[in-house]
């Protein structure tokens, strides 16, 4: 339990030291590889493979670095991804979250 | 809400458990009456935005962020691609990818469920609407 919540301590003081550290014309550059699956700026054509563009930087990184330590698990992801530093990773999140693409919308389901 | 104070659940767990619960009445409901899915096997958007109930929670609250089990923002899923979004659904109910809300959610997903989410969230305008 106290380890628990250790655990969730850091993860709350890493989420707050990340916010955006990439650098998007950095990750243009390095997003080349990407564009085969995921389209010219992250928008893909197909849904073999998911849009990318406008999606959260921070939820970009922690997708690569789940990929990179095996924490989710797919045959194309993971060899892209072996070789990336965190910096690497950081750019290419910043790259494809500033691009237009996802958007949030608020559900009027809800909203009366 | 009288339990919050006693509950063991985080935040935003209990939201999700919450909002999933009254989302398994709503469709409950709707189901049983006169529903807009359209004919069965058909993705019907409509449907979709019903059930989205239970996802409007945490994925349709602008900047909206996880606490548990780690903290992060909530991937953006208006615009993306419904074939993705099917294939997510099923590998969190598989459990071949984790997440624990995600596995919760989905398990109790049918495939026509999925259909219609993903028919609902791949109808929003990507590009065109704003960030």
């Known amino acids: 339990m106290k380890n628990r919540l250790l655990a969730i301590i850091a993860c709350c003081l890493f989420a707050a030291g990340a916010a955006q550290a990439g650098n998007p014309e950095a990750g243009k550059e390095k997003s080349r590889t990407c564009a085969a699956c995921h389209g010219p700026e992250g928008n893909s054509a197909t849904g073999d493979f998911p849009r990318l563009a406008g999606q959260h930087y921070d939820y970009l990184v922690k997708t690569m670095r789940d990929y990179k330590v095996g924490k989710r698990k797919n045959a194309i992801m993971a060899p892209q991804v072996a070789n990336l530093s965190q910096r690497d990773m950081e750019d290419l999140a910043a790259y494809f979250s500033h691009q237009q693409g996802l958007v949030t919308r608020k559900n009027s389901y809800f909203v009366h | ?131």
């Open chain 2, 1 to 131: 809400m009288a339990d919050m104070k006693t509950s063991i659940f985080p935040g935003s767990v209990r939201a999700a458990l919450v909002a999933g619960l009254v989302a398994g009445l709503v469709t409950g409901l709707e189901s049983g009456a006169a529903s807009p899915v359209a004919a069965q096997g058909q993705p019907s958007a409509e449907a979709g935005r019903i059930k989205s109930s239970m996802c409007a929670g945490c994925h349709n609250i602008p900047g909206y962020k996880t606490a548990f089990p780690s903290v992060y923002s909530v991937p953006k899923l208006d615009g993306q691609h419904a074939t993705y979004i099917i294939s997510a659904l099923r590998a969190y109910k598989s459990g071949e990818r984790q997440h624990p809300s995600m596995r919760a959610i989905a398990a109790s997903l049918t495939d026509q469920d999925m259909a219609d989410l993903a028919a609902f969230y791949s109808s929003s305008p990507a590009k065109s609407a704003s960030r």
